[in-house]
Nanobody
Framework: QVRLVESGGGLVQAGGSMRLSCSAQ????????MGWYRQAPGKQRELVAT?????????NYADSVKGRFTISRGNAKRTVDLQMNSLKAEDTGVYYC?????????WGQGTQVTVTS
């Protein structure tokens, strides 16, 4: 079983920066990958960025955040951060951390990010 604990989030002005962190808790974890997804009001949940935990830390970004967001993993391979720069109003939403382990997906509770214009 994997429990994901998210931190960060809140209110920021457009053009500002914010950092989200996610920590995976559990025993004998060998995560495959971790990532961040978001859901805006009235819209479906969408991928923001992912990173492989095994296999070299390969990253994948949504086109809408490329060049502005950076995902990184911790040395213990149980944490993932999302550095968000040049935030836009359309980045507003609930951000969810996801981890994949043994072909199962685990989700965090979500953290609200609100970007004011």
């Amino acid at each position: 079983q994997v429990r994901l604990v998210e931190s960060g989030g809140g209110l920021v002005q457009a053009g500002g920066s914010m950092r989200l962190s996610c920590s995976a808790q559990g025993s004998n974890l060998m995560l495959n990958d971790m990532g961040w997804y978001r859901q805006a009001p009235g819209k479906q949940r969408e991928l923001v960025a992912t990173i492989t935990i095994t296999g070299g830390g390969r990253t994948n970004y949504a086109d809408s955040v490329k060049g502005r967001f950076t995902i990184s993993r911790g040395n213990a391979k149980r944490t993932v951060d999302l550095q968000m720069n040049s935030l836009k109003a359309e980045d507003t939403g609930v951000y969810y951390c996801k981890a994949t382990w043994a072909q199962y997906d685990y989700w965090g509770q979500g953290t609200q990010v609100t970007v004011t214009s």
